[in-house]
């Protein structure tokens, strides 16, 4: 099966570009990582690309006169690597109308969180300050809403009582390690249709 040719765009840390390069690499989902894109130089996902020869691009927001500018460079830089899909990981700005028009239900992101709960920033803090029980993760395409898109995968994992911010962040990380290749997987093979605010899973080979 042809590759598909994933886009990144990661502003830090890196760990979900890690586990889509692990898939990859290992031959567990038909996707190839073609190039990782970041508005922060120092992000270590860039330095996580580099140690696997995939392009790495710093693209330098105040360089830019506006966000369209921004992203209009972004998506020349995904044209030029042949980007078939994008994922955002970690990637801290709000994805705008140049983009969306350019992929449009082709750019997922992953949240720490069930979403529509606790969108934005800090999930796993909201989680938390809520006393929820159970939280988790969740991918989703993305639409021009923060964290309004269709949902693709779920996990859910519990909140234990003792559980503090890193604790409950970590096992939440720990899932959505699995479900972002997944959802990669299953973007690859053909096999996820929107229809309105449903993502619906198509029945595989296997
Ligand atoms: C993850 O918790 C993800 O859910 C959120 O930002 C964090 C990124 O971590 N969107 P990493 O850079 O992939 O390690």
Redesign the pocket.
């Known amino acids: 099966m042809k590759k598909l040719r994933v886009g990144v765009l990661?502003s830090?840390?890196?760990?979900?570009?890690q586990a889509i390069i692990n898939a990859s690499e290992s031959g567990k989902i038909p996707a190839e990582v073609a190039v990782v894109i970041s508005d922060n130089a120092e992000a270590p996902?860039l330095d996580r690309a580099r140690e696997h020869g995939i392009p790495a691009v710093y693209l330098h927001p105040p360089y830019y006169q506006s966000k369209e500018e921004y992203e209009q460079r972004i998506v020349l830089e995904l044209r030029e690597y042949g980007v078939e899909l994008v994922c955002l990981?970690?990637y801290m700005r709000l994805v705008g109308r140049v983009l969306l028009e350019e992929f449009p239900n082709r750019i997922m992101n992953?949240?720490?969180a069930l979403l529509p709960s606790f969108k934005g920033l800090h999930g796993q803090r909201q989680a938390l300050e809520y006393g929820v029980r159970y939280s988790g993760?969740t991918v989703h395409f993305v639409d021009s809403g923060m964290d309004t898109g269709p949902i693709i995968l779920q996990a859910v994992v519990p909140v234990l009582p003792e559980d503090g911010e890193e604790e409950l962040a970590a096992r939440i990380?720990e899932r959505?390690h699995v479900i972002y290749p997944e959802a990669v997987r299953l973007f690859a093979e053909g096999r996820l249709r929107v229809e309105g605010r449903k993502v619906i899973i198509l029945p595989g080979e296997e």
């Open positions: 990661a830090g840390r890196g760990s979900n570009l996902a990981a970690g992953i949240h720490p993760c990380l959505e």
